[in-house]
């Protein structure tokens, strides 16, 4: 939880401290009107960490057989929200053995001795509803073996949140949080007795909230798949929690669901998996497949962009492109330059990533992985194609036109795509074309840097007598691809057995480097390997032609029977891949 830095952040903090106190002084003690069902995944791995005295909370571990999570949350005031909203809660339950929930029970009922007062920590609007949501779709599990005064301290909790949730509601930013606000107040009205006078209000928000925040074409402003995917899951609850109560579904909020379920399977990956961009992950294992199915819609994604991104997909082959300017403004905060980024998988293996977000391993990779280096894309040596600032993590100067065509060709489709990210600093606009084969055993791909008109010339004529004007095209692997260079070749083995070509047309060197895999869940980040073709950029035109192709060896289909195996934490720095 950032802390607050100008007046409107202060006076938010202000009155939701002042709103907490008054919802503390509550008396109700309400009941379940239904048994609540468990609605939210966890990681059985992470629930046994936390179980050890583990704890892994945005880039902060701390390891303490004796701490209270609530001692992580009162010294590291940066993970104070990610604690507070309770979310670990998933992966106790994951767990579910006796000590998980003995440890569920200890840290929720300290909870309410420490913080239920509403004079400290964890009363942001978000969290709180992020909260409420975990102690409904958990209560069996913490009131198991509880005797009539514990139960009802708990109850009595859950009902102030929910007065809170009603009175603040409005005070989350918009987004993700303002949606966990009103899920969780939706939630609980319908879910305690004497809460549902809250429902209405908090539903025709919700449907003002859908109509402003998410496009008709199913995107959100961050460009954050992972994001769109949790706004899926809490819109999911909403409206599976008023059909449960027989209550009628705003249209605004079924027309969200629906523009969003095309959108989600466009940005899937042929592994299942989301495509890793703008600051998401790949999200929960099982986690898309479940909103998918309770959203219950079919209809297939459309031809185009769906976010910003563009997708080839043949055989068993995918491919997804970032094809669009990066968010823009306070959207921009986790943004990344990524612009004509890539990721291919093949099958159920990732091939080509994105190194990922690093905002849960500090500050240092958190801006190290929004770099355009951190992308399986092309860059200005030293120089992102976006740039982050340093006192709001906005990102600037950023590509103001970015261009998406996808031409009909034979034997495969076709991406055509550029951007002007380096035009003004350096008079350059990055093209890409790529092309896919239609039984997906080819890609094919050609990168240019270019001036324009006569006013880039002497943009780029100034860059290249400051300096030597390099550039590098890379192509991060996932860490379970194995890399063999063979002369002007790359062996690319997956753990399928499947093993791809690396080639390119000799005009730049090609290396292997070092490379990092960042993925939520992980103590550390993950060590890999990076595919590079580096060059010069001596004239107004430099173009570079790689292609990746199945080696002809390796079968169309195979069957992949391989088990995932553990996968190595590495002790690099960041400074290590600028």
Request: glycine fraction near 10%; charge should be neutral.
């Amino acid at each position: 939880m950032a802390k607050p830095t100008t007046w409107r952040d202060r006076r938010t903090t202000f009155m939701n401290k002042i709103h907490a106190r008054r919802a503390a002084l509550g008396d109700a003690i309400p009941t379940f009107v239904t048994a609540p069902e468990p609605r939210t995944i966890g990681i059985v791995g992470r629930g046994r960490q936390l179980i050890t005295g583990n704890f892994l909370f945005a880039g902060l571990f701390v390891e303490g057989p004796n701490l209270s999570i609530w001692d992580i949350a009162r010294n590291h005031p940066e993970v104070i929200g990610e604690i507070h909203g309770c979310a670990w809660t998933d992966d106790l339950v994951a767990v579910g053995d006796e000590k998980a929930r003995t440890r569920a029970q200890t840290w929720v009922y300290d909870w309410i001795e420490q913080f239920g007062d509403g004079r400290s920590a964890g009363w942001d609007a978000g969290v709180v509803g992020r909260r409420v949501i975990r102690w409904i779709n958990h209560g069996p599990f913490i009131l198991r073996g509880q005797d009539q005064p514990a139960a009802d301290q708990f109850m009595r909790s859950l009902g102030q949140q929910t007065q809170f949730l009603a009175n603040r509601w409005h005070a989350a930013p918009h987004g993700v949080s303002r949606f966990e606000a009103l899920a969780g107040l939706i939630y609980a009205g319908l879910m305690l007795s004497g809460m549902a006078r809250h429902v209405d209000a908090a539903v025709k928000a919700m449907a003002i909230e859908c109509h402003s925040q998410i496009s008709p074409g199913g995107a959100i402003a961050t460009r954050n798949p992972e994001e769109l995917l949790e706004i899926l899951t809490l819109l999911n609850l909403a409206v599976q929690s008023l059909k449960a109560a027989n209550r009628r579904v705003p249209r605004g909020i079924s027309q969200a669901v629906e523009d969003i379920v095309p959108s989600l399977r466009a940005l899937r990956h042929s592994d299942g998996s989301l495509t890793r961009f703008h600051g998401g992950g790949s999200g929960l294992e099982g986690k898309l497949d479940q909103a998918l199915a309770d959203a219950g819609i079919k209809t297939a994604p459309t031809v185009g962009l769906h976010m910003g991104f563009a997708k080839l997909t043949g055989g068993r082959t995918s491919l997804i492109v970032d094809a669009a300017p990066p968010p823009e403004g306070v959207m921009s905060a986790k943004g990344h330059a990524s612009t004509l980024g890539i990721e291919v998988a093949s099958g159920r293996r990732p091939l080509i990533v994105n190194s990922g977000s690093g905002a849960r391993f500090g500050t240092e990779w958190r801006r190290a992985s929004r770099a355009t280096a951190s992308h399986s894309t092309l860059g200005i040596d030293g120089v992102s194609s976006s740039r982050l600032n340093t006192d709001d993590d906005q990102l600037s100067n950023t590509p103001q036109e970015v261009r998406y065509n996808a031409p009909l060709v034979e034997n495969g489709r076709r991406l055509e795509l550029s951007h002007d990210g380096y035009k003004n600093s350096h008079g350059l606009t990055h093209a890409r074309i790529l092309q896919l084969s239609t039984d997906g055993r080819e890609i094919t791909c050609e990168d240019l840097l270019t001036t324009l008109d006569e006013t880039d010339k002497g943009t780029f004529d100034a860059a290249t007598n400051a300096s030597d004007l390099g550039f590098k095209i890379r192509l991060h692997l996932h860490p379970d691809v194995q890399p063999t260079e063979d002369g002007p070749h790359v062996f690319l083995t997956l753990k399928s057995g499947e093993t791809w070509v690396f080639s390119h047309d000799g005009t730049a060197e090609l290396s292997i480097m070092p490379s990092v895999y960042l993925q939520n869940g992980r103590l550390r980040p993950l060590g890999t390997h990076q595919v590079v073709l580096s060059g010069h950029a001596m004239s107004y035109a430099t173009r570079v032609r790689w292609s990746l192709a199945k080696a002809q060896d390796t079968p169309t289909a195979l069957r992949d029977l391989v088990q995932a195996e553990a996968m190595d934490d590495v002790e690099y720095t960041p400074g290590d891949f600028e």
